[in-house]
Every structure is written in C-alpha cells, then in structure tokens.
C-alpha cells in the first residue's frame, strides 16, 4: 500500500492541499470558501458558521480546517470583510466562535476575484456541484496576501508584499521595464531584505521589533517581528532576563489595536546596550527564509517573486483581453439583434404576419424571412431562421411604442461602446496598465507600507550582553571559573558572562582560549588571564622570553585576534625549557621603558641597560621577535609607564543605521580620546553629547552629529512661536550626558530653522505680506549678536513679516588674536584667547 499509494496521496498533498496556484494565488480550501461566499453574497454579512457549512459542499475535509482557513484569510483584511472578534495578529488572540463572527465578500474582491464568464469550472468532489479550477483574479493576490504550506516533501512560504508596490511593479513590467520586490508585513518592524534573493530558497530576511526610548529607564516596543506575538516576544525576553543575558526590572503588555510593549530597566543599565541586547537576545530580531513554491501547469515549481509578479501582470492582462472580446461579443449580437428589430418595425415588415392568404405558421415565417432578405447587407451577420422566431415573438403591444429615435440611439451608443472595446483590445497593454492605476486610485490609500526597510548592524552578541558574573582567578594553581569564590587563592578578575571567552597566559609561554565556565583548569603559573575579544587589534602584548633553558633573550610585540577554542598557543618558539620574563597586555597599544640588568660575567662591561618597547614593530602571534641579548638576564624592572602607540580611536557615523562604528563606514567624526564626547543636535532644537561607544543609539531626525568642543561657536536660527518672531542666537554647548536640552524657545510651536559652526556667519532675509516689495536683507551675526548661553534666548532678526531665513555664504575676516593676562583673585595669571 505504501509503494502503490505514496506518490498519489503526496501529490494529492502538494496539489490539492499545501500549495497556492499561481493564477489566482490560493490554496484550494481558500477557493472553494471565495466561491461559497460568493454563491451567498446578497450583500450582507454572513455568519461564518453558515459559510463554512456552506463551504463543505465542495471541500471535503471538515469545518475545522476551514474555518481556521477562513480566519485567516480575514484577518489579512483584503478579500473578506469582517464583523466581530476575529482575533489578534499582534497578541496571538484566536477569534470567536464560527456562530458568533461573520463575514462577506470585501469590495475588492467583488471586483478583482469573480468573473463567471472568464472562469474555467469542474465538477465538486461528489459531482453534484460545480467550482472553479482557479478564480479569474486580475491581482497579484498571492503576493499580497502571501501564504505557508508544508505539504509532503515540499514546502512553501511566500511572503506578504505592499499592495500598492505590487501594482507599481505590474505597470513596470508591462512597460518592459525592470523593478524590486521587498516584503511588508502587517505586522510592521524593520526589515533588513539584502539577502532576500527575489523570495527563492537560500534567501533570508532579518526583521525587528521597533524599540524606542521612552526615557533612560523605560523602552517602548511598537511594531513586533512578523510571525511573532507579543505574548511569545515577552516569553523570550523574560528568559534572557532570567538567563542573565539582560537586565530588565520589568515587562507590561499594554497590546490592544496596536503594539504597545513596555521594558523597564534598572537604573545601572544602558538602554542603547539592552536594545542591542534584546535583538542579539530575543525574538526582537529574527530571520526568515522565504520559500516561493506555487502550482503551474499542474506541477510544483520554484519562481521568485518578481517571475510571479510579471505572471500575474500577463494573466491580469490575458483575462482582460478574455473579458473585453466577451463584451464585443455580446456587442455585436446585441447591435444584431437591436439592427434587425429596427428594420422589422421600421420597413413595417410585421405585416406579413397579418396576411391572411397564407395559412401555415412556417410560410408566415418564410415570408418575414423573405421581406428581411433585402436588408442583409446592412447587417454584419446573416439572418437565421433563430433570429426569425425571436422577431415575430415580439408581443403586438410593442408595434405601437415603437420608437425609431430611442431604437437609433440605442444602435448608436452600442457602436460607441463596440469601438471603445476594439480601441481597447487593439492598445491592451495601455488598457491594463489604467486598469491597474484605477485599482491603486480606489483602494490604495488603505494600504501603505508598515515594514520599514532598512540595512541592520551586525550584533555581536559578547558585546552587549549583561556581564551576568563574576570571573575569578588562583595564578599559582592554575585554575580559572566563575565559581572561585569560595577557594582562597583565588583573586578576583572582572565581570564576565557566561558567553564570554578567556585568553590564558603561562609562564611558559603557553597560552590559550577558552569559553568562561565555572572552574577550569589551564596549567600552573599563570601570568595573565583576561576576557578576550576577537578580531581585536588594539590590544598588545610585550613580551620577553628565554628561547630554552640557556638560550638568547627574544623581545616581540604581538596582537591576537581569531583563534581556535582551546587550542594551545606560544609566545616563545616551543624550545623545551622557555620562559617568559616579561609581559605586560596593554588596551591601546601602550609601550613601556625596561630597565634590563645582566648576570654579571667575564667580559661583559655594560651590566644595565635601557630597553623602549615603542622601537619595537607589532607583529603577528607567530612572530619569533627580535633578539635583545644574547646574555642571561638577571632582572627587569619597569622605568617608565607606557603611552599608546596608536593614538585615538577613530570613529565613524553611519547614517543609515544612525549607529557609530570603527569599520569606516559612513562619515569620519574624528579620532576620539578616552574624555572625549560627541555632540548630536535634533531638528527638534535639543542637543545631547554622549561618549563614543559602538553601540549607541541616536535619533533619526539627526541634524548634527561631530566631536565635541566646548569652545566650539554655533550660530542658530529658530521661530518662536509664542512671539511669532524669528531669532537668531550665538553660543557654546556644555555637556550633557545623554540628556536632550532644548536650545531653543520652550513655546509650543516654535521650531529650529538653520544652525552652523561658521565663524562668520551672514543671514539672508526675504519678506512677505505688506513687507513683500521690501528688497532682501543682509546681517553679519557676528557683529549682530554676542556670544552666550545656549539657554539665552537670542536676538530678534526683524520686525518685519519673513518670508525666508538662511545662512548663505559666510563673510571673509582676519582672525585677530589678542592676548589678555588678567591676575585672579588667587593671584594666578590666565591667559585668554579672544577671537
């Protein structure tokens, strides 16, 4: 049974089950409950219990499977119009009872789905009814809609696409020109689609949550990824919570209409840390591999989203094309039939049936036939013995209301159509592509884009995670682990996490790393342990080692970034009896001054030298090193402390993702010290400075973002609202600390016009109103207006109605620099530089 029956019940699955048509882009139960819906469509709702019994007429699978089928297709709100609680995509709500909810036909579908002239039909399962093979949609609804079916062997998962992006694409194609395709859920997030690969197998989409802060306690979450519930989305941020992953105090669930997610921190956390942290941590951030499988030619087949699309356009336009020569059709007949009833009442050729001399009812109509024979030639089909019958059964009454001027109109407005349709049938491309434009016009205001597309960061998840331990150390047994504590040689290390890893070094020169546990075992006489960070090059190691038991003394500098987990490494070159006698591990490249002292030996005079690691080159961890002796060494002591060889940490904003980064991407802010600050200005007039760590997060209404100067002179110009003015200001910020401060008036309605750095800056005026003839004004905001607080409110510009107001071109101006020496009251001089 299972050799014989396997391949028919798999294809039955793939066929008749799992897997949506690509003419009209469903399943079969969603078919067959279009057709039921439409078969009872009086224009009222329906309940849904009605429907589905309705619908087993043709499917034969039960009311479970398509009452579930129908839920879905209305909570996709495009072909089905609901009344009562169908559930909630945003919290996983299922709807109610079948005998409670119910539902019709949407307009649009009424319009796009059905057409029983253009509809291929079959019998049901049990051959007492018909239905259609596919419905005549003229819309790519598969890809509006998308859809998931695993059937046997076989999967397929298309995604939801915007409606009116869809139709974009149809009229690009059907203009022979090329167009992209991106998903847009309704359940809106972020979608990074750049490795989408047109929908096909392989592709993926990464999709977010929408986190905002609320304020430095508080993060709010607004849009959840698609597929997700905020129950479920909870569910995994309460376990990185428990897991320590994150810190959060609490999590309340306020989803109704929309999502509304409330994540409340303690007051030691980052919240553009636990953001980051949430997306490396939880259902906030994941990925979907779409799988675009669809029947053709009663075969399954793997197209993208695009060759479904250019599909749909050329079916939409086969169908119109159907429908528009059905529609000449009747036309023609109609004109015909309204032609030969014209000429029957007109040329009064009904008289031959008032003729008493001819006694038989088939010579009465041969005799009509007759008389009609002449006026054949004005009609454009030959007169049947059909259309005959249908002219003498014509009621008596209707010779005497006649109208010849109604019958000619009626004739004339038929031509008119009947060239219409020719005109659209001989330009069917320009016919389609309008039709696609009035279905945008009428229901595309309803369907704007919810998913926001956008390219998302790499998070590595070691860098935002909660140091959710502590990490100890016994340097003389060997041992390192987070559950040391106990043991009283153990030191304590650092604040680790249990995803963290640990870089080892021995006395030997061995070294190695591993993932942090809670005791390991790494071999007597460390020398250094700290957690490690890959592909981190900015930390160097200096180190001397003895080559052997009584070899030369080598010197090296070295960086390690990837390494293999628990594998063992050396400094030295893995003579037996090597040694490290130096090592220090410096953060930012710092290199130190040694005093070296020698075992005094025959010979040897100079006893005590000084060594300068910085005239050391860094190399890879394979380096040997330079020799600095080929005597044994007594001692080494520390001279001098290092400085970094490096310099500062160069830091670049990318504006895409409004994210920091040391990869060059974006634009450079500056190279940054470890005081150093960042000043971020909003259109909203608020500042904020912050430090430079990776992983902040700035607002999207961005106007400024550079290295921060507290001498640094800003000139802004803003409308107060209040007074109905516009001013203009010069000053420094000052230092925030990640709180926004407003610069500008606190009135309601006022708003930030322009801010620049120039040192002298000139204003542009143009006005309007009673002012309009008024020729352009010019001001130096330099000489304008002197230079004060960012809390000061400014100066006027004019008292006259403005029309515009802007920076232009900056005046040219010597710098002066004058020195004043002032004596303090302490008696200390200050030397002040004044521009």
């Not at 996490?497 to 070294?511: A, M, N, Q």
């Amino acid at each position: 049974m299972y050799k014989d029956w396997f391949l028919d019940y798999a294809s039955y699955v793939i066929l008749e089950r799992a897997v949506p048509h690509i003419d009209d882009g469903l399943k079969p139960v969603q078919r067959r409950i279009l057709h039921s819906m439409k078969r009872m469509d009086d224009g009222r709702y329906n309940k849904v219990a009605n429907i589905i019994g309705h619908t087993m007429q043709f499917h034969p699978h039960g009311d479970a499977s398509i009452g579930d089928a129908l839920v879905q297709l209305g909570q996709k709100d495009l072909v089905v119009d609901c009344q009562g609680n169908w559930g909630n995509i945003f919290t996983g709500d299922g709807a109610a009872a079948p005998r409670y909810i119910e539902a019709r036909l949407s307009k649009f579908a009424s319009e796009v789905v059905f057409n029983p002239k253009t509809t291929e039909w079959m019998a049901s399962y049990d051959g007492r009814n018909q239905e259609p093979v596919t419905l005549p949609v003229k819309f790519p609804l598969l890809l509006a809609q998308g859809v998931e079916g695993i059937a046997v062997g076989l999967a397929s998962k298309i995604l939801p696409h915007n409606f009116n992006e869809l139709i974009d694409g149809a009229i690009a194609h059907l203009r022979g020109k090329d167009f992209e395709l991106y998903p847009d859920f309704p359940t809106g997030g972020m979608a990074d689609c750049s490795r989408y690969n047109d929908g096909l197998r392989g592709g993926a989409v990464k999709v977010r949550a929408n986190i905002t802060k609320q304020d430095k306690k508080t993060l709010v979450i607004t849009d959840i990824p698609y597929g997700k519930t905020s129950s479920a989305l909870i569910e995994t941020i309460l376990k990185a919570n428990d897991k320590g992953k994150i810190k959060v105090r609490k999590v309340d669930d306020n989803t109704a209409q929309h999502v509304e997610i409330m994540v409340h921190l303690h007051n030691d956390v980052s919240p553009d840390k636990t953001i980051d942290a949430l997306y490396a941590f939880t259902d906030c951030e994941v990925s979907i591999s779409p799988n675009a499988c669809v029947i053709m030619n009663e075969k399954p087949q793997f197209m993208g989203v695009k060759d479904i699309s250019r599909y749909n356009a050329d079916h939409t336009k086969n169908l119109l094309c159907q429908e528009l020569q059905i529609r000449l059709k009747e036309l023609n007949e109609d004109w015909h039939y309204s032609s030969l009833e014209k000429i029957f009442f007109e040329k009064r050729i009904y008289r031959e049936l008032e003729n008493n001399e001819i006694k038989s009812w088939e010579l009465q109509l041969t005799a009509v036939e007759k008389a009609l024979k002449p006026y054949e030639k004005k009609l454009k089909a030959p007169i049947t013995f059909e259309n005959i019958e249908w002219l003498v059964e014509k009621p008596v009454r209707k010779i005497s209301k006649f109208d010849i001027k109604a019958a000619n109109e009626w004739i004339k407005n038929i031509e008119a159509e009947m060239e219409e349709v020719e005109n659209n049938l001989a330009n069917l491309i320009e016919y389609t592509i309008n039709y696609f434009r009035q279905l945008k016009k009428k229901y595309g205001k309803n369907f704007e884009r919810k998913t926001e597309l956008c390219s998302f960061e790499t998070i590595e998840a070691t860098k935002v995670v909660v140091a959710n331990a502590k990490l100890y150390v016994n340097y003389a047994e060997g041992f390192v682990g987070m559950d040391l504590k106990r043991d009283d040689e153990a030191q304590y290390l650092c604040d680790c996490s249990d995803i963290d890893e640990v870089i080892i070094f021995l006395r030997s020169g061995k070294y190695m790393i591993s993932k942090v546990s809670d005791k390991a075992f790494f071999g007597k006489d460390i020398i250094h342990a700290a957690v490690f960070k890959r592909n981190n090059e900015r930390t160097i190691y200096n180190a001397i080692y003895r080559d052997g038991r009584n070899g030369d003394i080598y010197v090296k500098r070295f960086f390690v970034s990837g390494v293999t987990r628990d594998k063992d490494y050396d400094v030295t070159q893995g003579n037996e009896g090597s040694q490290l006698l130096w090592f220090t591990a410096n953060p930012n490249g710092e290199a130190e001054v040694l005093k070296v002292y020698l075992k005094p030996r025959p010979k040897l005079k100079k006893l005590i030298f000084d060594f300068e690691f910085g005239g050391l080159a860094v190399k890879g961890r394979n380096s040997m090193g330079n020799i600095l002796s080929r005597y044994a060494i007594h001692k080494i002591v520390l001279k001098e402390k290092g400085t970094s060889t490096f310099g500062g940490h160069q830091i670049w904003f990318d504006a895409d993702i409004q994210r920091l980064n040391a990869e060059a991407r974006g634009e450079l802010i500056g190279e940054f010290l470890i005081d150093d600050r960042i000043l971020a200005v909003t259109q909203q007039g608020q500042f904020y400075t912050t430090n430079f760590d990776l992983s902040n997060r700035y607002e999207q209404q961005l106007l400024l973002i550079e290295k921060f100067d507290t001498k640094k002179i800003y000139s802004a110009t803003y409308y107060d609202a209040e007074l109905g003015s516009c001013y203009v200001k010069r000053f420094t910020f000052e230092p925030s600390d990640n709180t926004p401060q407003l610069f500008i008036s606190e009135a309601p309605g006022s708003y930030l016009l322009e801010i620049t750095s120039e040192n002298f800056p000139q204003l542009e005026i143009t006005f309007k109103g009673k002012h309009a003839k008024r020729d352009p004004e010019y001001v130096d905001v330099e000489k304008f207006i002197g230079i004060k607080s960012f809390r000061a409110k400014g100066k006027r510009v004019t008292t006259y109605d403005v029309k515009t107001i802007s920076f232009i071109e900056p005046l040219e101006k010597e710098v002066l620099t004058e020195n004043i020496v002032k004596k303090t009251e302490e008696g200390k001089a200050v030397q002040m530089s004044l521009l």
